[in-house]
């Protein structure tokens, strides 16, 4: 435990973003998305072991080595730092990778993210969906929105997650936070008794099956005001995913459902920045407006991304004019923003056009 502490010590100290451990190699670090191999020995197969065993206790441990996955958390002291932790098995040895976890919640304002996402905490009911890729930053995106409505209004929180990330802490809100593999076995079992546990908002760390989605659904129905995440990259795509999530002969009833709940769904990107140190999130963002409602239902999700398009004025905006204006800005690479467009030639077209402005 004590080599593992000094890795992580050191990963704090040079504020990285993830550790990677693996067998056969030293420990990677990662820094502004880039991998640096650290001075530390080698990780054994027993090393690796023995790190998981240290950090879960047996009990856990046994469960790994059957599951062959684990997700959970823990922390340092001095300096003070949690981590999200996978625990897995590649070429039959353990791997395990740590995610650096901030030990306070960063303000919507501090993440750089749009304005329009402050309106999603005044929502009185409804589904929020965040989405993007792992490592996105769509846990710090919900945890800063619960906190937003933690300054503002006195409600109750309930949230699932897998692992907890962030520690809320009670300002105006009364919060918990359960702890799947914890406080409950698995998120269907938690949110299948949420409900009588009088929440005002819902965070489900994550829509992964056909019970979770369906619970999380109905919650957004009956006037709670829901916040989740999918592995998606914009909003079009985030829609088919719940519905694709169901059988076939229940899709009608499932868009019908989506349609009613559905308030937003804000999907992002994480940029390393050129201008600073550090990163910046790029971001889509989907209003569901009469229009988008009768295109859910109606299976046209095809024609989302031309109302986000022609509906800015409401606060909607495509991922591809995000990225055009953060590089426009200098923040990011206009290289990469071309590179990791939807659009190539859009792209440089917008840039053309931010650079004469």
């Not at 990285?16 to 820094?31: E, F, Y």
């Amino acid at each position: 435990m004590a080599e593992i502490r000094n890795i992580l010590v050191e990963a704090v100290q040079r504020q990285a973003s993830d550790v990677h451990i693996n067998v056969g190699l030293k420990p990677i670090i990662r820094i502004n998305t880039e991998l640096i191999e650290t001075e530390f020995p080698v990780i054994t197969e027993e090393d690796a072991r023995e790190i998981v065993l240290s950090l879960v206790g047996q009990e856990k441990f046994d469960r790994f080595e059957k599951r062959r996955d684990l997700d959970f958390s823990t922390s340092i002291s001095d300096p003070d730092q949690r981590f999200r932790v996978n625990a897995h098995y590649q070429r039959d040895t353990i791997a395990i990778s740590f995610r650096l976890i901030s030990d306070r919640v960063p303000t919507l304002e501090e993440l750089n993210l749009p304005e329009k996402i402050k309106d999603f905490a005044d929502l009185p009911r409804g589904l929020v969906l965040v989405t993007g890729h792992t490592g996105a930053g769509k846990s710090t995106t919900l945890a800063s929105t619960i906190g937003l409505i933690n300054k503002k209004f006195k409600k109750r929180v309930i949230t699932i997650e897998d692992p907890i990330e962030y520690w809320l802490t009670n300002d105006q809100c009364m919060i918990e936070q359960r702890e799947v593999g914890s406080d409950c076995p698995d998120f269907a079992t938690g949110l299948r008794h949420i409900l009588r546990q009088d929440p005002d908002v819902i965070m489900v760390g994550e829509m992964r099956d056909l019970e979770t989605t369906s619970f999380t659904l109905t919650a957004a129905e009956t006037g709670h005001l829901v916040f989740s995440t999918l592995h998606t990259i914009n909003a079009s795509q985030s829609i088919e995913r719940v519905i694709d999530i169901y059988p076939a002969n229940q899709q009608t009833q499932a868009r019908t459902m989506l349609a009613n709940a559905l308030q937003a769904v804000v999907s992002q990107t994480l940029f390393r920045r050129i201008d600073q140190p550090g990163m910046v999130p790029s971001t889509e963002i989907l209003l569901c407006t009469s229009a988008v409602r009768n295109c859910i239902r109606e299976n046209r999700i095809y024609e989302i991304p031309n109302i986000i398009e022609t509906s800015r004025r409401f606060g909607m905006h495509l991922m591809d004019n995000s990225i055009a204006e953060l590089a426009a800005k200098g923040y990011i690479d206009k290289e990469e923003a071309i590179l990791r467009s939807n659009n190539r030639g859009k792209m440089e077209k917008l840039l053309r056009i931010a650079e004469g402005s």
